[in-house]
């Protein structure tokens, strides 16, 4: 299937590995103008050209900022070229019981999670409006509506994110551009490898173990049963940020593995 994104641009936020990466390959192959972002030049630089040795053709952008730094981001709005795609994908999360986590630690992932798709919304999205053609996704969470206990202010991040999305789609009626969230059920990042191995080094098990335990045990709820590839969650962040999606605005799409049950 042809997306149909070659000549536009896209930024995607934290983007040198995980899903972010896994949508920026997928776009670049499909033709478009792509700009990484992650919170070092260094390991930007080494994304950047991972992609380039790829795909020798396309053109790679990297702007560097941390998204826990409002001076960072202001610079990097600054910088920012015309962007018909926006992926808000930088999320952060710290497992902690309810009565551990800090103000600091609600803080940040605020800032991180929320924040950086609105500062970046709010600069991007009446430039798309004026083009009449964009896309803006938020990348949210299964933890949205299942809220794991120890990832209470991460889960709320990941609801609010739905309203933001929601909300910003309804400024886009009558226009060509839209808003969508997506939810990924859990997926294997490198994050997620990470987790596994040193899981299953400390109990003295096998990774395979160890994530068939996390389904049987803990993620009961999952159709799939197991973790999901990047690019399961990629593809369809991919579609959703292409013209062949144009009949879906104000959406939370579930890429969840059934794992927030119902039907809608
Ligand atoms: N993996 C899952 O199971 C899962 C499930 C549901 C939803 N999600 C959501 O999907 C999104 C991507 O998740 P992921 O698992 O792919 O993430 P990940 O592998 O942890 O992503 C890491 C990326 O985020 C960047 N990053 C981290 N902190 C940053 C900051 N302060 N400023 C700028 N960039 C920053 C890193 O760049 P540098 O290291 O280069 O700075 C790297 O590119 C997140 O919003 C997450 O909440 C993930």
Redesign the pocket.
């Known amino acids: 299937m042809d997306l149909q994104l070659r000549n536009r641009t896209a930024f995607i ?9 896994a949508v920026a390959r997928i776009l670049v192959g499909e033709g478009a103008t792509v700009i990484l ?4 030049q260094e ?2 630089g080494l ?1 950047v050209q991972q992609l380039q040795d790829e795909f020798p053709k396309e053109t790679i952008l990297g702007l560097p ?4 730094k409002v001076s960072e981001v202001e610079r990097l709005l600054k910088k920012l070229p015309d962007i018909d795609i926006l992926v808000n ?5 710290r497992a902690a019981s309810f009565f551990e986590a800090t103000d600091d630690d609600w803080q940040q992932q605020f800032e ?2 929320v924040m950086s798709g609105v500062r970046l919304s709010r600069t991007i999205l009446p430039r798309m409006m004026t083009n009449n053609w964009g896309r803006i996704l938020f ?5 949205a509506t299942l809220v794991p206990e120890d990832l209470i202010p991460y889960s709320m991040t ?1 609801t609010a994110l739905l309203a933001v999305s929601r909300g910003l789609a309804q400024l886009t009626k009558g226009t060509g551009v839209t808003v969508n969230s997506v ?5 294997l ?4 490898e990470q987790f596994l191995e040193n899981t299953a080094r400390k109990e003295g098990k096998t990774k395979d173990e160890i994530a068939s335990a996390f389904f049987s045990e803990v993620r009961t709820s999952s159709l799939l049963q197991r ?1 999901a590839g ?1 690019d399961e969650v990629a593809n369809t962040i991919a579609y959703l940020a292409s013209p062949l999606s144009s009949a879906t605005n104000g959406a939370a799409i579930k890429v969840d593995g059934g794992s927030m049950g119902g039907i809608l």
């Open positions: 936020s934290g983007s040198t590995a995980g899903i972010g990466y972002n992650g919170r070092t390991k930007l994304a900022a941390d998204f826990s994908n930088v999320g952060i999360y991180i999670n990348i949210s969470s299964e933890c990941k939810l990924p059920g859990s997926t990042s490198e994050g997620a973790f990047l």
